[in-house]
């Protein structure tokens, strides 16, 4: 059995998470194997867009808390596998967002922990109706402090903290209101929303949609005048494009653009 699945339609990457009797929990081997095919992706310029989705019950259930435990069984007390596991699992975030093209997370029955960590961390995310999300970690002693650093910075504060606090979920309704997430859709619709979002990504200029994600990631931690003097330059970068240039040209002559990229 595949751990990680991956088929691409047209140029859309559909990744699935299949260990479902683990509810796909960000075990050692997961982690690699979306570790590999983010680094494969991010080379591949036929995809513009990537759908991320588990099979199974559950989109994540978070760290392999049995892996864990075996980690532990070291001279050090498992200091050393700690350090290397969340350091691991840090990386494979930040190259979701560092990945040229967008990630849409498709999310059903409950992403906790980490798996509410790898939600908040794509660019977009769906969720079915009935999802639950939390950080539920401190129930077991254990604060979700690397889920918190996506979380704070997709929610507000004060929510963010409760639910580190509390470990109580929040449903789908509160996760969009919140922001953690961008559109709730019935169960049987949900891969059919996913990817029709994912569709309509794909069909920008793809050259503009990776100056523009790599810009809103860089803009967001500066101050308003960094950020404008920044993204001035990015913008001035994307006037110069050929396809940039066709683009305006054929809105302006109210025809389809013919775009290189």
Known sequence: ????????????????????????????????????????????????????????????????????????????????????????CAQMMMSVQSLPQPVIAQVHGIATAAGCQLVATCDMAVAAEGTRFGVNGVNIGLFCSTPMVALSRNIHRKKAFEMLTTGQFIEADAAEALGLINRVAPLGDLEETAVSLAETVAAKLGAAVKIGKEAFYRQVTMTTPEAYAYTGDVMVENMLNRDTEEGISAFLEKRPPTWEQ
């Open 1 to 88: 059995m595949t751990i990680l699945e991956r088929r691409d339609v047209n140029s859309v990457a559909r990744l699935t998470m299949n260990a479902p009797e683990r509810l796909n929990a960000l075990s050692d081997e997961m982690l690699a194997a979306l570790q590999s095919e983010l680094d494969a992706l991010r080379e591949d310029s036929s995809i513009r867009a990537v759908v991320l989705s588990g099979t199974g019950k559950a989109f994540c259930a978070g760290h392999d808390l049995k892996q864990m435990t075996a980690g532990r069984q070291s001279e050090d007390g498992g200091k050393a596998y700690f350090k290397d596991l969340f350091d691991r």
